[in-house]
Structure formats: C-alpha cells, structure tokens
Antibody, heavy 115, light 113 residues
C-alpha cells in the first residue's frame, strides 16, 4: 500500500524557519517526482514545489521562491521542505503528493505562523 | 502562469441527480507530442486529503466509480458525476500540470439540496 506520512509541522513565529518531512513507503520512491501542496484554513489547494526523481529538476511557486527549498533523500525514502522567513500567509496544511498527477497524498502537516 | 477558472463555486444537488463542474484554462493543456491533456480532477471530503479521480482529462483513476466522467480538451474541461450519491458530497478541484507552476482551480463545493 502506498503511504506518505508528513511530519515536522507546528507553531512558529514570523521570520523563523521550519523543516517538513514526508516519508514514503509501499512504492519505489526513487522512481517518482514529488510535490508539496498547501491548503490555508478554509481555502483551496495551492501547489508549492516539485522535485524530480533524481533531484535534477526543481520548481517553485512564486509565493515561496527564495524562501522554501524542496529536497529529497532517496536512500531514506524521504522528501523535505525547508521553509525559511516564514510569514503569516504561509499558515496552512502542507501535503506531499506523488508524481505529476498527484496520485497519492499524505495526511498533511499543519504549519501555523503567528507571534 | 496558466489560470484555471473553475465553475460553479458551489452546487446543491439531490441524490440521483447528475452534475457537471467546469474548468477553463487560460492556455491549451494539450500536448502536441503525445496528444494528452494535462488536466486532473480531485475530490476532497471534509477533514481528508484530496483524492485523484481523473487524470489526462478523461482517464479514471483505479477504484473510482464509473459515475465520475472527465471530458474536454484544449482549454475546456468538464467533470460529470452521474447519479450523485451522498458519499460524493465534497469539494472538487481541477489541476493543470502542463507547465510549472502547476495551478488548481478555486474548487467547487458539492452540497446536498
């Protein structure tokens, strides 16, 4: 069974940093590109970032470019999202999702940016 | 960036009815190389993660009931749900993954009349 489990969320002050992780199981992680998508409370879905299977291709939404870094460790079956200079508008549930069509999603990690 | 205009914002239906949700993209999502439309549909029930229903505009994901039908090409796409069931009440989103940044439609809330 394909599983994606996010962790690392929490309450953080504006301007601070946080690193999310997404551990994959049930499939060959190193064969798939991965995404981060977020959903602010009561709002719709917003794509955040993508990383290809071998990390050669990386793309970001303009709203996070320069502040967030997506990475992966295929040996650990883990996807990461390093978030810096956090703002209140980054408050959201952050999901990891598999491949371009996003055919598998985790349960989400909650990030709240507030003083 | 490709803008996805999804309509309607909400829809109230009775069980057994048919509903259509529309998504219009600001640019064609049809790849000339493989003739695939890079458009997907997702269902999100309250408190749950989104679930892929349809990809490449019309291919049903494994396990998705055949009452969910995706259609369209180029810039105009439709998700049709025939014989709506109570379990179908959810938010629905379209996604274009033709070019980065990927962009979602604003969502359609399907409610019970």
């Amino acid at each position: 069974e394909v599983q994606l489990v996010e962790s690392g969320g929490g309450l953080v002050q504006p301007g601070r940093s946080l690193k999310l992780s997404c551990v994959a199981s049930g499939f060959t992680f190193s064969n798939y590109g991965m995404n981060w998508i977020r959903q602010a409370p009561g709002k719709g879905l917003e794509w955040v970032a993508y990383i290809s299977s071998g990390s050669s291709y990386i793309y970001y939404a303009e709203t996070v470019k320069g502040r967030f870094t997506i990475s992966r460790d295929n040996a650990k079956n883990t996807l990461y999202l390093q978030m810096t200079s956090l703002r209140s508008e980054d408050t959201a549930l952050y999901y990891c999702a598999r491949r371009d069509v996003m055919d598998a999603w985790g349960q989400g990690a909650s990030v709240t940016v507030s003083s | 960036d490709i803008v996805m205009t999804q309509s309607p914002f909400s829809l109230a239906v009775s069980e057994g009815e048919m509903v259509t949700i529309n998504c219009k993209s600001s640019q064609s999502l049809l790849s000339s190389g493989n003739q695939k439309n890079y458009l997907a549909w997702y269902q999100q029930k309250p408190g749950q993660s989104p679930k892929l229903l349809i990809y490449y505009a019309s291919t049903r994901q494994s396990g998705v009931p055949d009452r969910f039908i995706g259609s369209g090409s180029g810039t105009d796409f439709t998700l049709t749900i025939s014989d709506v069931q109570a379990e179908d009440l959810a938010d629905y989103y379209c996604l274009q993954h033709y070019s980065y940044p990927d962009t979602f439609g604003a969502g359609t809330k399907l409610e019970l009349k």
